[in-house]
T-cell receptor, first 119, second 111 residues
């Protein structure tokens, strides 16, 4: 597609359940980022992928959170045993990172987000 | 932590220029200044970025001071649709570090 696609757009779940959020980046974009935004708050960085590896996962709030990326494309963010404080909009972004420095504009393209509500 | 300081909120009359300031006094030589905005219930949108020269595109102009310690984003003719939170971010261009979003400036364009 033309932009970053995220699914589901809305997810309501019960406390203690596991959820999976999916991100389809822009074709050809090698870098992928997950952020979350709680109600009325700023964006909180979670994890960054370059290809299929995650050189920076420093923002994951606990071991209940994990993410993977396969084929250098689609990424899945998994939250196990969800808690009410996990309720937020989870945003995915992608960017192009070429081999030549000048190819890297540093611009991130964001999806519309997945709104997670934990009851 | 964000390396930038922005006012919490600003108002601007529709049709007038909106000038959004940002302080980044600890910016290093290889870091760029990026501006993004987030309209309510949407993901952030890239606006513009620059290193040391002033930049202009179809959305906005970016004025960076000679010492690079501050910058101003200019929306030349603000419309109601420009109401959003505007984020000023400093970051290297290599793409191997995440954008760190601060609180941003909530711009309200008033009819």
């Amino acid at each position: 597609g033309a932009g970053v696609s995220q699914s589901p757009s809305n997810k309501v779940t019960e406390k203690g359940k596991d959820v999976e959020l999916r991100c389809d980046p822009i074709s050809g974009h090698t870098a992928l980022y997950w952020y979350r935004q709680s109600l009325g708050q700023g964006l909180e960085f979670l994890i960054y992928f370059q290809g299929n590896s995650a050189p920076d996962k420093s923002g994951l709030p606990s071991d209940r959170f994990s993410a993977e990326r396969t084929g250098g494309s689609v990424s899945t963010l998994t939250i196990q045993r969800t808690q009410q404080e996990d309720s937020a909009v989870y945003l995915c972004a992608s960017s192009f990172r070429g081999q030549i420095y000048l190819e890297n504009t540093g611009e991130l393209f964001f999806g519309e987000g997945s709104r997670l509500t934990v009851l | 932590d964000a390396k930038t300081t922005q006012p919490t909120s600003m108002d601007c009359a529709e049709g007038r220029a909106a000038n959004l300031p940002c302080n980044h006094s600890t910016i290093s030589g290889n870091e760029y200044v990026y501006w993004y905005r987030q309209i309510h219930s949407q993901g952030p949108q890239y606006i513009i970025h620059g290193l040391k020269n002033n930049e202009t595109n179809e959305m906005a102009s970016l004025i960076i001071t000679e010492d690079r310690k501050s910058s101003t984003l200019i929306l030349p003719h603000a419309t109601l649709r420009d109401t959003a939170v505007y984020y000023c971010i400093v970051r290297g261009r290599s793409g191997n570090t995440p954008l760190v979003f601060g609180k941003g400036t909530r711009l309200s364009v008033i009819a």
